[in-house]
């Protein structure tokens, strides 16, 4: 081999290092940013799941609900459905009305929605409707799921708007309160009522 194409392969092998090199330090990237998300998603359904909690206490169904915006809380919610008496105070729905008087406007674009079962066809809709960009789920509802389960409302291409849905943040620990929810609530209705 002369000593020009000895150059060549030189110059072409540190070509490819330095390529190799560009795409393992974006992997890396890519891989420290991944881990980053997610442990800002498991901070903020911890979060969610403190509002759950917050149902649970008052008897009704553990769902909790937070809106962050830039790194902060902006709205809190927790399912009173029960405690109010009407189908409109799920947790998702109290978070965006308080978000909304917050921010003074019904968009709420620069948000990201923290919730701990996946949202009905209700919820979904003012979701949509409030044009909230991500939406994270801690377990799925696969009774009336509109995020995916039963319906995905949230990507569906005919609205104006659909969300990135981000699933099973914590999902064990929401599962397993909703589990417990309703298996003390059976045993409560099995047991006859003392004078």
């Known amino acids: 081999m002369d000593e020009a194409a000895q150059k060549g392969l030189v110059t072409r092998q ?3 290092e330095a390529r190799n090199e560009k795409r393992r330090q974006k992997a890396l990237e890519e891989e420290v ?36 915006k830039d790194g902060e809380i902006i709205a809190r919610g927790y399912n009173r459905r ?13 978070s965006i009305k308080r978000a909304c008087k917050k921010e ?18 209700m919820c979904a809709g003012a979701i949509v409707q409030a044009r909230i960009p991500r939406v994270v789920i801690g ?15 949230l990507k569906e291409p005919g609205f104006n708007h659909q969300a990135q849905v981000v699933t099973g943040i ?15 609530l059976r045993k409560k209705k099995r047991l006859p009522e003392t004078p």
């Open 82 to 94: 029960n405690a109010d008496k009407t189908v409109l105070s799920h947790a998702e729905v109290t």
């Open 33 to 68: 940013k991944a881990a980053r998300i997610k442990a800002e998603d498991e901070k903020y359904m911890k979060e969610a799941i403190k509002q759950a909690k917050k149902a649970a206490k008052i008897g009704d169904v553990p769902i909790g609900c937070v809106l962050v």
């Open 170 to 184: 914590l999902e064990e620990e929401c599962s397993e309160m909703m589990s417990s929810f309703f298996t003390e």
């Open 14 to 16: 540190r070509r490819w």
């Open 104 to 121: 003074g406007d019904w968009r709420l674009e620069d948000c990201t929605l923290y919730v701990t079962l996946e949202p009905c066809p």
């Open 139 to 153: 377990s799925m509802n696969s009774k009336a799921g509109c995020a995916g389960s039963v319906l995905n409302l």
